[in-house]
């Protein structure tokens, strides 16, 4: 399978997995829209960005929760949640999979996962604009600590892993109140929080050959984070900003075993270098 073909089948099986995620929501009574780039694909393109390679969802916290506590059933259907609790996985944010399918993210990665739908919380919080990036910056550091040290099997490091739970708990119970609305994880920092009306409800728009939900708001907030978001930017920067060392389409495969393989039908080597980190999944 050659890069562009390769390609186009990602493209393919993300939106087969996004309209899985969209039956789950709706089956689930989980709201949810479009986030960052996926917004302005929702808006300008009816679709993905063209170059880009990755779905972004924001779902408010209630619905997050609630999200996160459905790895079972969504486990039962050929699917994975993860998120900080998940050992091995290092990211703040959640993640919906095809657990039918495999993605390395990097050429040292010690974790892997199915072609993912990335989901965001979207919170509400009050205070001044430098206070609330305090808040995200801890929120956000305690969740990767958390899931950098849930890794490690040393008692003294396991032990740290219980009140650095609770502060994160009372983070997500206590801090994020209030009349904005903000993204905790997002990179845009203080560009991120949002007037009440910016997200106070979702409407459904196109979006490939199905459909997704984006703030009533979305213009204040993508000309706060991005500018003049209808405009294309130059053709040297249309280009994905995420790397894959290894994807395969049909089927859960080990580390192990993807160091000792060679590109076949179902997946393919974005990256050529040997896998240094491989081990028994």
Known sequence: MNLEKANEHYKE????????????????????CAAGGTMIGAVRHKGIIPWDDDIDIFMPR?????FLKLKEKASNEGFEIVDWETKGYTQPFAKFCDASTTIVPSIDSTFLYGIFIDVFPLDKIHGSVKSINRKC?????????YAILNRKINFRIQAILKPLNCLIKWYETHIFQ????CSPLGVYKEKEISTHEVFS???????EDSFIFIPVGFHKYLTQVYGDYMQLP????????????YVNFNRRISLNEISQLADDEQGIFFERSELKNAYKY
């Open 178 to 181: 209030g009349e904005l609305f």
């Open 201 to 207: 409800k979702f409407e459904k728009v196109p979006f």
């Open 62 to 66: 209630k619905d997050y929760d609630r």
């Open 13 to 32: 099986k993300l939106i087969q997995t996004y309209k899985a995620f969209v039956d789950f929501c709706i089956t689930n009574n989980l709201d949810f």
């Open 137 to 145: 910056f801890i929120y956000r550091n305690a969740l990767r600590l």
């Open 234 to 245: 130059p053709l040297e920067k249309r280009v994905s900003h995420h790397a894959l060392y």
